[in-house]
Every structure is written in structure tokens, then in C-alpha cells.
Nanobody
Framework: QVQLVESGGGLLQPGGSLRLSCAAS????????MGWYRQAPGKQRELVAS???????NYADSVRARFTISRDNSKNTVYVQMNSLKPEDTAVYYC??????????????WGQGTQVTVSS
């Protein structure tokens, strides 16, 4: 099996910065796409940013130019640097990964989520 463990959430004031990390472990041959999603109370889960194994990235319009996604393939870890945070960024942030576990098998795995609260 594969586990994704997130860290770095917290409470901070508007305009602040935070970096989230998500490390994958377990039976991993390689990881294709990795991404961050978020879910605010009463809203659907939405994509924040994603990154391919070759470094190609994609961002939600609401976070473009404020958030930066990156990954360390040697550590099976994905990061998101969040700057100029706004109250509307408040949500539970989840990472996911498309993991190749055998020659013929790939699956999507999710982390447990980490709370980010932006409030004055």
C-alpha cells in the first residue's frame, strides 16, 4: 500500500505565508502527477495546483502567482508554497498522487488533509 502524509498546516493572518509538504511512502515504483486540492466548509473539493513528473505545472486561477508547487522526486514529496494568503484560502488541503505500484498498475492516493486557516 501507499501512504501520503501531509504537514505544515496552521493558523495565520492575511498576507502571511505557509509551506505544505506531502510525503509518499510504501510500495512505489514511480509517481506520475502529484497535486494539492482544498475543500472549504460547504464547498466542493477543488484543485489548487498539480505537477507532473517532468515538472510541468497547473494552477487554479485563484492561486496563480501566489502559490508555487514543487516536488522532490528523490523523496517522493510534493510541496506548495503559499504566499499572500487570504481568508478565502481557508480550507482543508489534501495532497494526492498518481502512483505506479507495479508494471501494470497505477492508482490515485490521497492524504488525510491538513487545515489551513487564514484569519485576523
Amino acid at each position: 500500500q501507499v501512504q501520503l502524509v501531509e504537514s505544515g498546516g496552521g493558523l495565520l493572518q492575511p498576507g502571511g505565508s505557509l509551506r505544505l509538504s506531502c510525503a509518499a511512502s510504501g510500495r512505489i515504483i514511480s509517481i506520475d502527477a502529484m497535486g494539492w486540492y482544498r475543500q472549504a466548509p460547504g464547498k466542493q473539493r477543488e484543485l489548487v495546483a498539480s505537477i507532473l513528473s517532468d515538472g510541468g505545472t497547473n494552477y487554479a486561477d485563484s492561486v496563480r502567482a501566489r502559490f508555487t508547487i514543487s516536488r522532490d522526486n528523490s523523496k517522493n514529496t510534493v510541496y506548495v508554497q503559499m504566499n499572500s494568503l487570504k481568508p478565502e484560502d481557508t480550507a482543508v488541503y489534501y495532497c494526492n498522487a498518481e502512483v505506479i505500484t507495479t508494471r501494470f498498475s497505477r492508482s490515485i492516493y490521497w492524504g488525510q488533509g491538513t487545515q489551513v486557516t487564514v484569519s485576523s
